[in-house]
């Protein structure tokens, strides 16, 4: 049974920082590209960043290039996010994704083969 479980999400304040984490069992992750999606309330689901099945690429979507930083640990099954200068449209249900894919990544949401529950973050003075 495939599981994604996030966790790090909270409230903050603007100009704070966040590090979530994605634990995965049930799946082999050295052969999934991983990424992080946001949705906020009203709005669709949308793609924050993704990395490689080997860490060798990443992307972030505009709104958050330069303030987080995605990484993983695969020894570990553990994706992360480090989110830093945080600011209120930053806030959403945050999720993890898994997709069965070696050398590239996307955000598309289609694409993703499993999701996690998602974890609360919200940017608030």
């Known amino acids: 049974q495939v599981q994604l479980v996030e966790s790090g999400g909270g409230l903050v304040q603007p100009g704070g920082s966040l590090r979530l984490s994605c634990a995965a069992s049930?799946?082999?992750?050295?052969?999934?590209?991983m990424g992080w999606f946001r949705q906020a309330p009203g709005k669709e689901r949308e793609g924050v960043s993704c990395?490689?099945?080997?860490?060798?690429?990443?992307y972030y979507a505009d709104s958050v290039k330069g303030r987080f930083t995605i990484s993983r640990d695969n020894a570990k099954n553990t994706v992360y996010l480090q989110m830093n200068s945080l600011k209120p449209e930053d806030t959403g249900v945050y999720y993890c994704?898994?997709?069965?894919?070696?050398?590239?990544?996307?955000?598309?949401?289609?694409?993703?083969?499993?999701w996690g529950q998602g974890t609360q973050v919200t940017v608030s003075a």
């Open positions: 994704a898994a997709d069965y894919v070696i050398g590239s990544c996307t955000v598309r949401v289609d694409n993703q083969d499993h």
């Open positions: 049930g799946i082999t992750l050295p052969y999934y590209a």
């Open positions: 990395i490689t099945n080997g860490s060798s690429k990443t």
